[in-house]
């Protein structure tokens, strides 16, 4: 017997995602209808700046897939967000049309995928794990840097769109989608529906993923590799899968952030913005899909604001805020505040099962 | 030597040990019988200091050390061989006896010609990385690092398990006659029954995180009985 | 025309870059497995240190180890009130790292102002032919070639380097052998930041004194460590040695864009050809040869 | 040929636009009729410069000196009796929080102007939404030239004004053969460039030049390279605080041959940073610097007095500062032109020719806003470096720019462009 309830957020739900209750549905439902409602209140300025917060959150949340559920410690989800920003505005410009903007979007996420693929492939398949990986995701991040600051003679230009080095690239055309004549173009307030749109169904679809056979091999991945291995998964394809995945989530964050600006350069791969992924979720909270995204916009509207008050002191407040979160929330905010709240009695079942005492008892002897 | 009184130990709030309390005197031999999945690794880890007791507590030499680190455990003389031998193994044999030589910081001198005498192929070997050595070579580098510092109390985890017979039998001689020679007092844990008759004075069998019995040497003697504690 | 000259001076010049901007992160990652994010701050902090003892009159030799002993004691500090805490957290140890570099650099601005006038290069030039090279720039080499042979001799010769091995192979163990694990944490940790302000402290003098000029060492830190592997002190050395070689040998011919291409492309090489990276490669043949030979 | 070329460029400049456009959905209010015509409203100016980040060095005395502009017209009663407010964020010289801030300032905070950035790459950053909004925008920097934007009054030195002052004082000098060295991005390209039409114009030739990627720090292969050329003298465009690092090497090194640049000494002062003799024999082509002799500028109670009277700790005071003072004060001569702070109004009054006595121009001369494109003839100097860090003038003459008006025609008096220029359009006009 399932009821109706089931039916409908049953595969949503599982051990893998906090926020399993019709509570936690009713107040999703009404948090998004607030957010859907809240251009029609504020500014376009204020709705434009929020989507720009709200897309960083989708980057968040290609990182919170990747390393708090498989484990897998990517400090390069930037290379595919930059790789997508550019590759968007080298072919919207040279296309030129709504048509050519509209196809602009699939090639630019498929090429981010394409890039993560390859370097996912090239690290798992190469035996690299664990802290390497970040190091090595690291390493291509500033490489991409180093390269695209050099990118400023004539030699790089791609069609008729020079890459522009230091300088960046300009021009890069509002997302549209469509046909001349029957296009439908995001700038303002529909923008902002549109990115809360893709974070919703992003959100959903990983709900679904990690809720699924396929997430449970994830976090068995990140628990215990070897044992996954002995159970008979190829844990190198588990990690390769997802780290693709990830990887075109970000490149979709990109193209986003490259329409939002009309604009890219190759800060996108800086360390600082490199670094600007792993503190969203570490706050918000690594294993929580929705922790990432709401400490995101919380971060990036508080950091906003230190810059507007102009004060000398505002990169301390938030190295020493980031800092203080780090140490005495390990597991991140959303995490913290569910554990304490709602999720006591739900956490406290959670825990037993993953790690039985006998089983660990095993592994000790 | 070594008592321990009510202990109970776990990972997290989980108790894995439950309301331990053995005695072990000045010179003794003790072993410790139990099936796997019984607690022994968990109580040797107690023992040294690698895992803090939620409860109880453990007394060596007349003095309460219960809050005290391995390090510190180890310095006081405390020698430790830990399951599955665990030797450093990008260490030469040479090194990894001398990271060990800070075992019971009371010690007058080192024992390296002693676990030379008995173990001649880690000198023919001290320049060697311990990694590259054998199951049971490495054994013998993790019983000569523990003894070298000439502890007063030596915990011996599981010695026989994955090594060649040969070697096995060497090291039920050994340990008696280290006891013998040097005063060291000694608690391990076994499965082995060869291993355990071999070298025990008396046993405490562990089930469930508990003690369930104590075996003296006649009942040590007699198959049957001891392999009620031993059969997985 | 490559002249021979030029191109061994360049080869020194980037070999004891590489191998002094790579030496501190690479001991604190090789020894701990922590990432330090603030590495370019804590380079800041010895070239700062030292910039400020030169002002205030002290001789350049005098000044030099003022720099490396602020680093250190600041590696100190922050080694015990935040990175201990982050041992087992890999990721978290950066995101903490990284916001203590965040809050340094900014401090530094605030307290010591957008830039301090700088110390001239000293020792002069060499010349030859047409041509010139900086002495100190040439001499520098040789101080990367000691700061390897002593962090060679510490980690490989002396009880502290050995049981500081110890711990990083296997903690538990080792402080069941009397190790005081959280020392020898501390004193590596304090290890790599001493040498990170060596090395702000000897470039002091070739530089632009800015609160950002640690980000300048980054991109080499990070690939000599990459592609040196996993042993840390003959990893750093082999990069110094083959990146130093291609970067000098295409920044001889086709110039310094050329050569910072060249690197980062043979680094890319190096990666996907050698998983384990250049010493992982050198001890793997070490290890076989070894093996024939027993 | 060429100029078809060009319009075609133009065509694809303004389909660009469109596209730009048809996706902004009303935009917000900003631009052209935003501020109240009368009364004693506050007339709101953006400022937005670096005081933290990479360009602090260099933007921290532009946000000092706009500063110290506002308040000098404040107390003098304001403009046409307003009072002027300031929105000055810190952008943290990092691009994204630029657009994010150019956003706020015109949309949020209703700014009548705005000024804004260092860098060329923030200034193309921020350009979108300049023109989007049509907002009045001021970029004060030296830079490569060739912006020829209705919103955009780039009032800083070109490139070609630069090294027009620097080079031929320098071939005259010196001689003939020259070696470049410039940043490896836009800026340095094309002053690269520059130097090599200026090079032509003057009877001398570039022996080589090199682009040098802004991550350099080791400059021990470009020092032989130099030495084996053997020029007379080099043309130096390298930027920031990481290429500072050629000159201590070069010193170190003994390379001794004579340097002309157009960015060193004037915007980071190196002079004053840098252990003598680093900067020995440096020639830089400037409008502007701390050291110029003009009365207005070190006379008592000049620039110089009033700028370290309200900023006794700032270290120096630079060429981007003086612009940013000075076309304050331009605007504020627009505005009373015009009578209202309606930005179009505004810029037509700036279009009709504005000028000022900038501390940068001799007792007696102005300097000259030109209409046409929005764009200054700036009195230019070639100053010094010796041995022990002095600097001291050795010319100066009025440069207008000739690059948008002489050459590719930009009029924004009669047609509103926005669109860059670069050298190449030089060679296509001069066929």
């Not at chain 2, 010690?107 to 590259?132: C, H, M, N, W």
């Not at chain 3, 490396?68 to 935040?82: D, H, N, P």
């Not at chain 4, 800026?187 to 460039?193: K, T």
Request: with cysteine; glycine share 12%; net charge negative.
């Amino acid at each position: 017997m399932t009821s109706p309830y089931e039916r409908l957020f049953g595969r949503f739900e599982g051990p893998n995602t906090i926020g399993n209750t019709r509570v936690f549905w009713a107040g999703l439902t009404v948090a998004l209808a607030l957010a859907a409602a809240y251009p029609l209140v504020v500014s376009a300025y204020t709705a434009g700046n929020t989507a720009l917060f709200m897309l960083y959150g989708l980057l968040a949340m290609s990182l919170s897939l990747v390393w708090g559920y498989a484990g897998v410690l990517s400090f390069g989800q930037v290379v595919f967000f930059g790789f997508a920003g550019y590759t968007f505005g080298i072919v919207s410009i040279n296309l030129g049309s709504t048509l050519g903007v509209t196809m602009a979007i699939p090639v630019a996420v498929l090429v981010a995928t394409v890039v993560a693929f390859l370097l996912g492939y090239f690290m798992f398949y190469g035996d690299v794990s664990g802290v390497f990986v970040a190091i090595i995701t690291l390493v291509v991040t500033l490489v991409m840097q180093t390269f695209m600051a050099q990118t400023a003679g004539d030699e790089w230009t791609i069609g008729e769109v020079p890459l522009g080095g230091f300088n960046g690239m300009p021009g890069i055309p509002n997302l549209a989608v469509g046909t001349e004549g029957a296009a439908v173009s995001f700038s303002g307030a529909s923008f902002y529906w549109l990115v809360l749109t893709i974070l919703v169904v992003s959100y959903l679809g990983l709900r679904l993923l990690v809720n699924g056979r396929f997430g449970y091999a994830m976090v068995a991945v990140r628990e215990d590799e070897d044992r996954v291995e002995m159970l008979g998964y190829d844990i190198r394809r588990v990690k390769l899968v997802v780290f693709t995945l990830g990887g075109g989530l970000a490149g979709l964050s990109g193209v986003l952030y490259a329409s939002w600006g009309n604009y890219i350069d190759p800060s996108v791969y800086s360390l600082a913005f490199a670094t600007l992924p792993v503190v969203w979720v570490t706050v918000g909270g690594r294993e929580s899909l929705l922790g990432g995204v709401l400490a995101t916009v919380a971060i990036e509207w508080f950091r906003q604001q230190l810059a507007i008050t102009g004060s000398a002191w505002a990169t301390v407040v938030v190295g020493t805020l980031l800092l203080i979160v780090v140490l005495a929330l390990p597991e991140g905010i959303v995490p913290f505040v569910h554990r304490k709240t709602v999720g006591f009695v739900e956490g406290r079942r959670m825990v037993g099962e993953d790690t039985p005492a006998a089983d660990r008892e095993g592994t000790a002897e | 030597m070594l008592t321990t009184t009510d202990l109970t130990v776990g990972y997290g709030d989980t108790p894995i040990l439950r309301d331990v309390s053995l005695t072990v005197d000045d010179g003794e031999i003790v072993g410790i019988v139990g099936k796997n999945g019984a607690g022994k690794t968990t109580l040797m880890k107690a023992l040294i200091g690698l895992l803090d007791p939620i409860d109880g507590s453990v007394t060596y030499d007349g003095t309460e050390i219960t809050d005290w680190a391995a390090d510190e455990r180890a310095r006081a003389g405390v020698g430790y061989i830990p399951q599955s031998r665990d030797v450093f193994p990008d260490l030469t044999v040479e090194q990894n006896l001398l990271v060990a030589e800070g075992v019971n910081a009371d010690a007058e001198d080192l024992l390296y010609g002693t676990v030379y005498d008995y173990f001649p192929i880690l000198e023919e070997r001290a320049s060697q990385k311990a990694g590259t050595m054998s199951g049971g070579q490495q054994q013998m580098l993790a019983i000569a690092r523990a003894l070298v510092g000439n502890p007063d109390l030596l915990l011996l985890d599981e010695p026989s398990e994955g090594i060649q017979p040969s070697i096995v039998q060497q090291i039920t001689e050994d340990i008696p006659s280290i006891n013998e020679e040097l005063g060291t007092t000694i608690l391990f844990v076994e499965q082995n029954l060869g291993v355990i008759q071999g070298m025990a004075e008396r046993c405490y069998a562990i089930e469930r995180g508990t003690i369930v019995d104590e075996l003296g040497a006649d009942r040590l003697a007699d198959d049957g009985a001891l392999a009620e504690f031993i059969a997985v | 025309m490559v002249n021979v000259v030029n191109l061994l001076f360049q080869f020194l010049d980037s070999f004891a870059f590489i191998v002094l901007a790579a030496i501190g992160l690479a001991i604190i990652f090789g020894m701990m497995g922590v990432i330090n994010l603030a590495h370019g701050e804590f380079i800041m902090v010895g070239a700062y240190g030292t910039t400020l003892a030169y002002n205030a009159g002290a001789p350049l030799l005098l000044s030099i180890p003022v720099g490396v002993l602020a680093t250190t004691v600041m590696g100190l500090v922050l080694e015990r009130s935040v990175v201990r805490r982050l041992y087992d957290r890999p990721l978290d140890s950066m995101v903490a790292t990284f916001a203590l570099g965040l809050a340094l650099t900014q401090l530094t601005r605030i307290v010591f102002g957008n830039s301090l006038s700088s110390i001239g290069i000293p020792l002069g030039s060499v010349q030859y032919g047409q041509f010139s090279y900086s002495m100190y720039r040439v001499l520098l080499s040789s101080v990367a070639l000691a700061v390897l042979a002593a962090a060679y001799v510490v980690f490989t010769r002396t009880e502290f380097g050995i049981r500081a091995r110890a711990t990083i192979q296997d903690a538990d163990t080792a402080s069941a052998m009397g190790v005081e694990t959280d020392r020898m944490y501390t004193v590596t940790f304090g290890i790599g930041s001493a040498l990170a302000g060596l090395t702000g402290a000897l470039y002091a003098p070739t530089m632009s004194i800015v609160p950002g000029m640690g980000s300048s060492f980054l991109v080499e830190a990070f690939v000599a460590v990459v592609t040196g592997g996993a042993s840390v002190l003959l990893g750093t050395t082999l990069a110094g040695g083959g990146l130093g070689l291609v970067n000098a040998l295409f920044s001889n011919v086709y110039g310094t864009f050329i050569g910072q291409i060249a690197l980062l492309f043979v680094a890319v090489l190096i990666l996907r050809f050698l998983p384990n990276g250049l010493s992982g490669a050198v001890e793997g043949v070490r290890e076989r040869m070894e093996r024939e030979n027993t | 040929m060429s100029e078809r070329s060009r319009r075609a460029f133009l065509a694809t400049g303004t389909a660009l636009a469109t596209v730009g456009l048809a996706g902004c959905s009303g935009g917000g209010g900003g631009g052209g009729g935003s501020a109240g015509e009368s009364g004693d409203e506050p007339i709101t100016i953006g400022v937005l410069e670096d005081r933290s980040g990479n360009f602090a060095l260099v933007g921290d005395p532009k946000h000092k000196a706009t500063l110290l502009a506002i308040e000098e017209i404040n107390e003098a009663g304001g403009i046409n009796g307003r009072q002027i407010e300031v929105f000055d964020p810190d952008p943290q010289s990092d691009n994204q929080r630029y657009k994010e801030l150019t956003e706020r300032a015109i949309q949020q905070e209703d700014v009548d102007v705005l000024w804004a950035g260092y860098s060329s790459a923030t200034r193309e950053t921020i350009r979108p939404t300049i023109d989007r909004e049509d907002q009045l925008y001021f970029y004060t920097t030296q830079y490569e030239g060739g912006v020829c934007d209705h919103n955009v009054f780039a009032v800083g030195p070109t490139a070609r004004q630069q090294l027009g002052a620097v080079l031929p004082y320098l071939v005259d000098e010196y001689g003939t053969d020259i070696y470049t060295i410039a940043a490896d991005y836009n800026f340095g390209q094309l002053s690269a460039d520059w130097v090599k039409v200026l090079a032509s114009e003057n009877g001398a030739n570039v022996l080589d030049e090199e682009f040098i990627p802004l991550s350099e720090t080791d400059f021990g292969s470009v020092i032989n390279r130099i030495q084996e050329a053997d020029p007379d003298f080099v043309m130096s465009m390298l930027v920031g605080a990481n290429h500072t690092a050629f000159y201590e090497q070069k010193a170190s090194a003994g390379l001794e041959v004579p340097i002309g640049t157009s960015t060193a000494m004037a915007q980071g002062y190196e002079h004053r940073r840098l252990d003598a003799p680093a900067m020995s024999n440096i020639f830089a082509g400037v409008n502007y610097m701390e050291e110029i002799p003009t009365t207005r500028n070190t006379d008592d109670g000049g620039f110089v007095d009033r700028y370290f009277e309200m900023w006794p700790d700032a270290p120096y005071l630079n060429e981007e500062a003086q612009t940013n003072y000075f076309s304050v004060y331009m605007y504020k001569q627009a505005v009373e032109q015009a009578g209202t702070t309606d930005q179009e109004e505004v810029k037509a009054a700036l279009e009709s020719g504005i000028t000022y006595g900038a501390p940068e121009a001799p007792e007696g001369e102005e300097i000259a806003l030109d209409g046409a494109t929005h764009h200054v003839d700036h009195h230019m100097w070639v100053m010094r470096c010796d041995d022990q860090h002095n600097v001291e003038a050795v010319e100066n003459r009025v440069i207008p720019e000739q690059f948008l008006s002489g050459t590719v025609g930009c009029d924004l008096t009669q047609e509103d462009e926005e669109t860059q220029y670069t050298p190449q359009d030089y060679y296509e006009e001069a066929g």
